[in-house]
Structures are given as C-alpha cells and as structure tokens.
C-alpha cells in the first residue's frame, strides 16, 4: 500500500509564486527519485478553530498562508530510499532556501488506512 509524508506550513502571501517554483523543482527530483505523485496546496479557507488550528499549529503571522502538501510513494521502503538518495543529491542543495520559515513546518510519515 502507498505510504504518504504529509506537510502544513506558513508561507509569505508574497512568496506564492516563489513558493510554488522552489516546490515545482523539488517534486522533480522526488518524483525521479520514486515518489508517485506531489499535491501543494495553497490555503484559501483555513477557518480558526476555537483550541487550535492550521494556522496556530505553524504559528502563521497575519502575511502568511497555510499550505498543505503531501508526498506519495509506492512503500514506506520506496519513501525512506528516496530520503537516503535526497541527502547526497546535489539537485536539493541546488535548490536554495526555501521560501518560507521551515521551523515552523510540521510534517510526518503516514499509512493510509482507508483511500477511496
């Protein structure tokens, strides 16, 4: 079954355009390297919660937007592969900075247990 790495960050309103070029790069290199599919998202409404939210979770300043991505690979073993080949690959230092505050991203691995 396919095993997912599931971003949410805070991102410049500024930086959209720059953004969406640094991810259109990367997803290059991952999909070459085994991922099978890369979704960026960029937050159009993201509503407040009443404990916590997108926003609270990233702590996204007033000029920033959430943005939710996710990586598909074939296995979990295809995943942890891929980020071994990533760390030697001279393409992703190529990439420069990223665009945005990666501190402040969350991230994490994920089996899906339901993928209608």
């Given at each position: 079954?396919?095993?997912?790495?599931?971003?949410?960050?805070?991102?410049?309103?500024?930086?959209?355009?720059?953004?969406?070029?640094?991810?259109?790069a990367a997803a290059r290199i991952f999909k070459e390297l085994g991922a099978t599919r890369i979704v960026e998202c960029w937050g159009d409404d993201v509503p407040a919660g009443k404990v916590t939210d997108f926003a609270r979770a990233v702590k996204a300043e007033e000029d920033e937007v959430v943005v939710f991505a996710w990586i598909e690979y074939p296995s979990k073993a295809v995943r942890d592969a891929v980020h071994q080949k990533m760390m030697?690959?001279?393409?992703?230092?190529?990439?420069?900075q990223m665009p945005f505050d990666g501190k402040r991203m969350i991230f994490g691995g994920f089996s899906p247990i339901l993928d209608e």
């Open positions: 079954m396919a095993y997912i790495d599931g971003f949410v960050a805070a991102v410049p309103a500024a930086n959209r355009e720059a953004y969406r070029e640094h991810a259109q030697s690959d001279p393409r992703m230092e190529s990439l420069g």
